[in-house]
T-cell receptor, first 117, second 113 residues
């Protein structure tokens, strides 16, 4: 199992550009989430999904879009990048109810470091 | 509004010492309290977690102490090792939305030999 993979690892954007951060998991997890990590602020939830076709907003959703067309993939789209979106982005997944047992553990990807100039 | 407050921001401990990181939460509906460990350049990984029906949970050198009435929980690392040097995050979530973790701001732990 590759676990949770994210691409790219690093990205530099100019203000106003758009891009998509990719996230994929091969563990057949129902739940997937996107977080951003900023110094002194911990991790903050951007968007999450409880299954294919279902997404919802987290704590800081403005400026980001998500969709979940398959169980495996959960891309995060930046519509018009702003310097305030400079951050490290983490994708995570968890199995929820699997095999009759609840599992709350979230598995995180390696992150994407995004700089917006 | 910081729903989960974590302290200290940084911690320096000698090898073999005890590392203690504290968290306080506001929402009494929270009922899942994990600790995540993050090494530089990596994503966080679950270290240990507790539910409020117990006051303590121990896994090897790592112990969570939980005080429901005070709305506080803490991570104790016994016999701290240089390999424990990392950033530690506490988190909390309500029972109806366990994937909506609210994280603390993190504690950078450095263990010196």
């Amino acid at each position: 199992n590759a676990g949770v993979t994210q691409t790219p690892k690093f990205q530099v954007l100019k203000t106003g550009q758009s891009m998509t951060l990719q996230c994929a998991q091969d563990m057949n997890h129902e739940y997937m989430s996107w977080y951003r990590q900023d110094p002194g602020m911990g991790l903050r939830l951007i968007h999450y999904s409880v299954g294919a076709g279902i997404t919802d907003q987290g704590e800081v959703p403005n400026g980001y879009n998500v969709s979940r067309s398959t169980t495996e993939d959960f891309p995060l789209r930046l519509l018009s990048a702003a310097p305030s979106q400079t951050s490290v982005y983490f994708c995570a997944s968890s199995s929820g109810l699997a095999g009759g047992k609840l599992s709350y553990e979230q598995y995180f990807g390696p992150g994407t470091r995004l700089t917006v100039t | 509004q910081q729903q989960v407050k974590q302290s200290p921001q940084s911690l320096i401990v000698q090898k073999g010492g005890i590392s203690i990181i504290n968290c306080a939460y506001e929402n009494t509906a929270f009922d899942y309290f994990p600790w995540y460990q993050q090494f530089p350049g990596k994503g966080p990984a679950l270290l240990i977690a507790i539910r409020p029906d117990v006051s303590e949970k121990k896994e090897g050198r790592f112990t969570i102490s939980f005080n429901k009435s005070a709305k506080q929980f803490s991570l104790h690392i016994m016999d701290s090792q240089p390999g424990d040097s990392a950033t530690y995050f506490c988190a909390a979530s309500p029972p109806w939305d366990t994937d909506k973790l609210i994280f603390g701001t993190g504690t950078r732990l450095q263990v010196f030999p």
